[in-house]
């Protein structure tokens, strides 16, 4: 399993999969969820809604990830997942880091599933939700990489999608580690 750096905008990335960094809701919001969105269309948001009808009445909970087509992108999948809110304090952050991971975890399985060789991720939690880049950035490169085991096999290349500098320096920092 390759891990890749190709910084820029996610939307424009051609894996087969990209994932989404979702709210609960799985009715769009803000950052890249905003973008991928408006640049993949309404057939996204159309499968996310029939997801909520049948299989999540009460939304996508953090840690897990859901599949839906990818409308107008360059990617065929959508893997939505949510990532957890960053808390400071030693107890919350015991509790939220391993939920952090799970997003990776999930998301590579559901993709693996499908048969994707090639996925590209943005850096989950680091916006809005506030996490620690370095951190956010550290918890995605370890976590991919313990995935090799389960789902190398299948997914050839995972590409990591930075969105500005800081991202960047983190996801060189940690696969230099
Ligand atoms: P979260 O709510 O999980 O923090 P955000 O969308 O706010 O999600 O941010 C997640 C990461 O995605 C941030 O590092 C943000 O800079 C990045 N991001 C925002 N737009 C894009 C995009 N078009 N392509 C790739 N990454 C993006």
């Excluded at 994932?19 to 973008?35: E, K, Q, R, Y």
């Excluded at 990617?75 to 400071?88: D, E, F, I, L, R």
Aim: hydrophobic share 40%; charged share 20%.
């Amino acid at each position: 399993m390759d891990i890749e750096i190709r910084p820029g905008d996610i939307t424009a990335v051609e894996t087969q999969a990209i994932v989404n960094a979702a709210n609960s809701s799985l009715m769009g919001g803000g950052g890249v969820d905003g973008a991928i969105h408006r640049a993949g269309g309404p057939s996204i948001l159309d499968e996310c809604k029939k997801i909520r009808e049948t299989d999540l009445p009460d939304g996508l909970p953090a840690g897990q990830a859901v599949v839906t087509t990818a409308g107008e992108l360059p990617a065929q999948w959508v893997v939505h997942t949510v990532g957890p809110t960053y808390a400071k304090t030693p107890e919350k952050y015991q509790e939220k880091a391993p939920v952090l991971a799970s997003c990776y975890r999930a998301s590579l399985q559901a993709a693996a599933e499908l048969g994707v060789e090639t996925i590209a991720f943005p850096t989950i939690s680091a916006g809005v939700y506030g996490w620690p880049m370095d951190d956010a950035t550290r918890i995605a490169v370890e976590t991919i990489r313990s995935m090799e085991e389960q789902v190398g096999d299948t997914i050839r290349t995972v590409v990591l999608v930075p969105f500005g500098q800081e991202a960047e320096d983190g996801y060189r920092a940690a696969l230099a580690g």
